[in-house]
Structure formats: structure tokens, C-alpha cells
């Protein structure tokens, strides 16, 4: 049966259990009071995750987790401006988070409360999971075909197993087999984040999706300081005056102006020592031309 046919179904019924008619009205209520509802998916996420989130913005969020068909009959009911986008793509174990909170600060918050975990067969990578190069404490034997298959390199030295070089054993979405699993679990590596994460979210009319939302904030930065370079850059060759690029334009300004007058010839207090040494270093070069040509000081 279809997400559409349930919804059907519940709504024919002429009694609800009152568990299901008491969440039904909540998230209708909660969607109709606050301006951004978020979906994050519950895979991996701790109990005392969720408590800590729950307290840490006690006054600035709600949290519900409902089942998806009373949660979409719900948020219809509410008239939220996406409905038909959002709806459909709920799916899953899910946590519904209202809040009138900048969707990209909550993204951020979260993350920080993410947790890092030994990986189990079938989990997805994060991140780029490295075996670090150095000594493993593993007495050498049947495990070098483990390092072996997962492309590590390593040598026998002082009776263990030393990996030679930082190794990157899996890639963001690769799926984590059996053997490395294993692997990783011996090396007491623990490299899958687990936490809340953003799925999507439904913000000012606007429905954005995880891609939408994650903030890479040293890519952030590297981007404001180049562009902050390239606009300084720009602006000094422009001349364009502005509080911060006005000791610069000066600075600049100073020394085309010594440049110009030491190539003309026009002497002043400040600059002649440098014309007259500029001076004196094109006639030592003017002679010795003319001492390659045959002539010389006398004549």
C-alpha cells in the first residue's frame, strides 16, 4: 500500500486511537506556529544525543518523532507552502524539529554533536576514512591480507605490523565491507560520525535538502579571504578610495611619484639621494659602452 493509500485510509476511518489523534493535532499545531520544520534522519543517532539537543535550545526548538503517514496527514492539515515536495520525500525513521531558528546555524550546531563510532559492515563512510602510516601493535600473521586488500601499505619491524604511509581506505559513500570493517575495529579506528543530520527542510516557503544546507566552513572562509583579496586587489588598481584601501592608494601613490621623478631627473629634498645615485649608476653604465666601443675618459 502507498504513502497516498494510507493517508486515505486514515482519513476515512471514523475513530482514531487517541495516541495517534493527540499527535495528529500536535505536529498540525507546531507546524502552524513555527516558520521552519526540519527532518533528520534517526540512523545511529543516541538517546543522549537527542536529550542534549533538547536541552541545549529548550527555548528555541521542538522536537517530535511521529510516524511518517500522521505526520504528512498532519503537516497538509497545517497547509505548509511545500506540502506536496515534502510529503513524499518523508521516509524512514524520522525526527521532526520545529523551530523558527536559521535552518544553516541549526546545521552547524549539529554537526558539533556529532560522535565518531567503530564502522560495522554495511555502514556508509562519512568521510574519507585513513588508516594513519605508523606502528599498529598487531603481532604480523593472517591479518597482512586484510591490510593487503584494503590497499595499505605496511612492513614487519620490531615484531609488528607498521602501516608505511597515510592510507585511504574508503571514500564519502562507500559502503564498509565485512574485512575492513574488521580491519578498522583492530586498528581502534572509529571513523563513522554519528548524530543528527539534516534531511531537509521546509523554511520560509523554501524547500531545501541536505545539499542545500551543509556549510563547509573552512571552504567558507578560504572563499571570504580570497574574495576579500581579490576586491583589495581590484580596488587599488581602480584608484577606488574607500577607508581601507586609502593607505595603500597613498602608499602607492608615493612611490610611482619618487619612481617618476628619479626617471626625470627632477630633484627634491626627499628624493636626491636616490636621483643623483640614479644618475651616477647610468653614467658608470654609459661608460663602460663606451669603453667596449674604444673610447676613453681622456678622450
Do not use: C, H, W
Not at 502507498?2 to 476515512?12: D, I, M, N, T
Not at 571514500?171 to 531537509?200: E, Q, T, W
Not at 630633484?267 to 663606451?290: C, D, P, R
Amino acid at each position: 500500500m502507498s504513502k497516498q493509500q494510507l493517508v486515505s485510509a486514515l482519513e476515512k476511518r471514523t475513530s482514531y486511537p487517541k495516541k495517534k489523534v493527540e499527535a495528529l493535532k500536535s505536529v498540525q499545531d507546531l507546524a502552524s506556529k513555527y516558520d521552519t520544520i526540519i527532518v533528520t534522519k534517526l540512523f545511529k543517532v543516541r538517546a543522549g544525543q537527542l536529550m542534549q539537543l533538547r536541552k541545549n535550545y529548550r527555548n528555541e526548538l521542538v522536537m517530535v518523532v511521529a510516524k511518517n503517514k500522521i505526520a504528512s496527514l498532519a503537516l497538509r492539515n497545517a497547509g505548509i507552502k511545500n506540502y506536496d515536495q515534502f510529503a513524499p520525500m518523508l521516509d524512514g525513521q524520522n525526527a521532526l524539529i520545529f523551530t523558527n531558528m536559521n535552518p544553516f546555524k541549526l546545521y552547524l550546531s549539529l554537526e558539533k554533536g556529532k560522535v565518531n563510532l567503530p564502522a560495522r559492515a554495511g555502514d556508509v563512510a562519512t568521510d574519507e576514512i585513513i588508516v594513519p602510516a605508523g606502528n599498529t601493535g598487531i603481532p604480523p600473521g593472517p591479518v597482512l591480507s586484510e591490510f593487503k586488500e584494503a590497499n595499505v601499505a605496511t612492513r614487519i619491524e620490531s615484531g609488528s605490523i607498521y602501516v608505511s604511509k597515510d592510507s585511504v581506505v574508503a571514500r564519502p559513500g562507500d559502503v564498509i565491507s565485512p574485512k575492513l570493517a574488521g580491519l578498522l575495529a583492530r586498528l581502534n579506528l572509529k571513523p563513522i560520525k554519528a548524530g543528527l543530520s539534516i534531511f531537509m527542510a521546509s523554511s520560509g516557503g523554501l524547500l531545501l535538502l541536505q545539499k542545500d544546507i551543509t556549510i563547509d566552513l573552512n571552504q567558507y572562509r578560504s572563499d571570504l579571504v580570497r574574495a576579500a583579496a581579490e576586491a583589495m586587489s581590484l580596488a587599488l588598481e581602480a584608484a577606488y578610495a574607500t577607508p581601507e584601501t586609502l593607505p595603500a592608494l597613498i602608499s602607492k601613490a608615493s612611490r610611482n611619484a619618487l619612481e617618476l621623478a628619479k626617471e626625470s631627473g627632477f630633484v627634491t629634498a626627499e628624493n636626491a639621494e636616490s636621483v643623483l645615485g640614479f644618475a651616477e649608476s647610468q653614467a658608470k653604465v654609459l661608460l663602460a659602452i663606451a669603453k667596449q666601443k674604444g673610447f676613453t675618459e681622456s678622450s
